[in-house]
């Protein structure tokens, strides 16, 4: 049984860094595709980022986190991380991490919720203004 367990999440002031990791218990680069999902207080669960661990490691960013956060992965500890700078009160949300995720037709991540296999549990990430 695969599992995902996400953690580095906390509250930060505006303008701070959280450094989020989803350790796997399984072997990360056997997946075409993870990513980090959030969803905040009322809202739907929104994609974060993805990336691709086959090809040219292609990694997507949503608008609202471009040139803010970063990802990065340890393949020898099966961890994908995630790297959030210069963080905002509209941050704030519980932040998944998902494995497992299937490929557009163009060889891209799908970035639908539908598309990954594997979720952890979440972590609360608190930006305060």
């Known amino acids: 049984q695969v599992e995902l367990v996400e953690s580095g999440g906390g509250s930060v002031q505006a303008g701070g860094s959280l450094k989020l990791s989803c350790a796997a218990t399984s072997y990360i680069y056997k997946w075409r595709c993870m990513a980090w999902f959030r969803q905040a207080p009322g809202k739907e669960r929104e994609v974060v980022a993805t990336?691709?661990?086959?090809?040219?490691?292609?990694?997507y960013f949503a608008d609202s986190v471009k040139d803010r956060f970063t990802l990065s992965r340890d393949h020898d500890k099966n961890t994908l991380y995630l790297q959030m700078n210069s963080l905002k009160p509209e941050d704030t949300g519980v932040y998944h991490c998902a494995a497992d995720g299937r490929l557009w037709s163009g060889g891209r991540c799908d970035s639908r919720i539908q598309s990954f296999t594997y979720w952890g549990q979440g972590t609360q990430v608190t930006v305060s203004s």
């Open positions: 990336i691709l661990f086959t090809g040219d490691g292609h990694t």
